[in-house]
């Protein structure tokens, strides 16, 4: 079956550390995966995506800067981070072609303090 | 401009009753799919119906369905006999074409819906 992983959960991180938040996914090749944000009782924001290894998309220029190593991997990092960047990450994945089929991670409620 | 448009922040609703949530888009593209997803609390985002820019009838998930009016640019979900277990986020969302370079959900803000008991 097809799953995605995503973590940690939670993370508190001090203002100017770097992030690292993974997301995996399993049973299926070659998606499109995205990274999400989404602020305190805000809407989703897309902030990365990739259609292939190696390929990152940005949409929104920020702290943050994103990589896919291997087909099924994609992370989301930040050299330093900043207080703006506190919110709810979420990762997503999706099959070329399909009409729909968007499936998302559990998400990581990130605080930066 | 805004791809996607909820205009509802908040919603009180008694249990047992419909409910319609609003939803108004914005493209020029032809093709497009629109999307409704449910986050509760723990944060996870539930998809609960789609909609295709070329689908003849409103779809409908069980409770769920979504009145497509596309010349006015509008995907309203309903959400028959509602129940509590309903209270939470609710997320609009849009795909825009089918470029498989630059596909992506573009989502609203969102509204949140309370059932009372």
């Known amino acids: 079956s097809q799953t995605i992983h995503q973590w940690p959960a939670t993370l508190v991180q001090p203002v100017g550390s770097p992030l690292s938040l993974e997301c995996t996914v399993e049973?299926?090749?070659?998606?499109?995966l995205y990274w999400y944000r989404q602020a305190a009782g805000r809407g989703l924001q897309l902030l990365f995506y990739s259609v292939g290894i190696g390929q990152i998309s940005s949409e929104v220029p920020q702290n943050l800067s994103a990589s896919r190593p291997q087909d099924r991997q994609f992370i989301l990092s930040s050299k330093k981070l900043l207080l703006s960047d506190s919110g709810f990450y979420l990762c997503?994945?999706?099959?070329?072609?399909?009409?729909?089929?968007?499936?998302f991670g559990s998400g990581t409620r990130l605080t930066v303090v | 401009a805004q791809k996607i448009t909820q205009t509802q922040p908040g919603m009180f609703v008694q249990e047992k009753e419909a409910v319609t949530l609003d939803c108004t888009y914005d493209?020029?593209?032809?093709?497009?799919?629109l999307f409704w997803y449910k986050q509760p609390s723990s944060g996870e985002m539930i998809f609960l119906i789609y909609q295709g820019s070329y689908d003849q009838q409103n779809a409908t998930e069980g409770r769920y369905s979504l009145n497509f009016q596309k010349a006015r640019k509008s995907a309203n979900l309903v959400i028959s006999a509602s129940q509590l277990g309903d209270s939470a986020m609710y997320f609009c969302a849009m795909r825009e074409g089918w470029d498989f370079g630059n596909e992506k959900l573009t989502f609203g803000t969102g509204t949140r819906l309370t059932i009372i008991p």
């Open positions: 493209t020029s593209d032809p093709s497009y799919g």
């Open positions: 049973g299926t090749s070659n998606p499109n």
């Open positions: 997503a994945w999706k099959i070329l072609g399909q009409l729909y089929g968007y499936t």
